[in-house]
């Protein structure tokens, strides 16, 4: 890795928690460059602009929760109780290496629906990718004689990540913590129903 390199994945190591916490926003120049330590012409000698950083940070965001999850699962052989790893991580995701922040899908989707079209593009393909490695996981049940085979791919992967999504943004909206547990409950519920 190039010096080059190494110096733009620590300028999105070190802004990524930022981003995820503050927002697109609410996220300044100066908190990047307190973050860093580096000048505004060091980080932007690295990225063309802000939009370039707060890319980066999601993807960065995103990858550790990805990378963590599919580690979660890979722990497990069948098909539901990879699937059910998706409620108890979420349940418990103070305890796993969640970034600051919380769910950088959810903190992206509300912040840049309406104001980032890169950034709200960038968290609709992360939610694309999600649901299409649930349906996988669904599938793989389904030929695996652990799931009906009549359940619905799509409709169950997309109302699980809408629960689980929800329960986060419920929970976090209140303050009420339990409640991302009883949500997360019924995600576990959804899940032992396909059989």
């Keep these: 890795m190039s010096k080059a390199d190494r110096t733009r994945e620590f300028i999105i190591e070190k802004t990524a928690p930022i981003f995820n916490v503050k927002g697109y926003a609410g996220t300044s120049i100066s908190d990047l460059t307190e973050a860093t330590g580096l000048t505004k012409g060091s980080i932007y000698g690295n990225f063309e602009n802000k939009d370039e950083v707060a890319l980066a940070a999601f993807d960065c965001n995103y990858k550790k929760i990805s990378s963590y999850l599919k580690a979660e699962m890979d722990k497990h052989s069948s098909y539901k109780e990879k699937l059910l790893v998706h409620a108890s991580f979420y349940e418990n995701f103070f305890k796993a290496p969640f970034p600051d922040g919380g769910c950088p899908i959810l903190n992206t989707a509300i912040e840049a629906d309406d104001t980032h079209p890169q950034l709200r593009e960038r968290a609709s393909e992360a939610i694309s990718s999600w649901k299409n490695k649930i349906m996988e996981l669904i599938k793989k049940g389904i030929d695996n004689k ?11 992967a997309i109302s699980l990540i809408a629960l689980i999504e929800g329960g986060i943004m419920v929970a976090k909206l209140t303050g009420k913590l339990n409640y991302r547990k009883l949500i997360m409950q019924s995600v576990e519920k959804a899940i032992n129903d396909l059989t």
């Excluded at 009906?148 to 169950?156: A, G, I, N, S, Y």
């Design 146 to 156: 652990e799931f009906r085979p009549d359940v619905p791919l799509e409709q169950t």
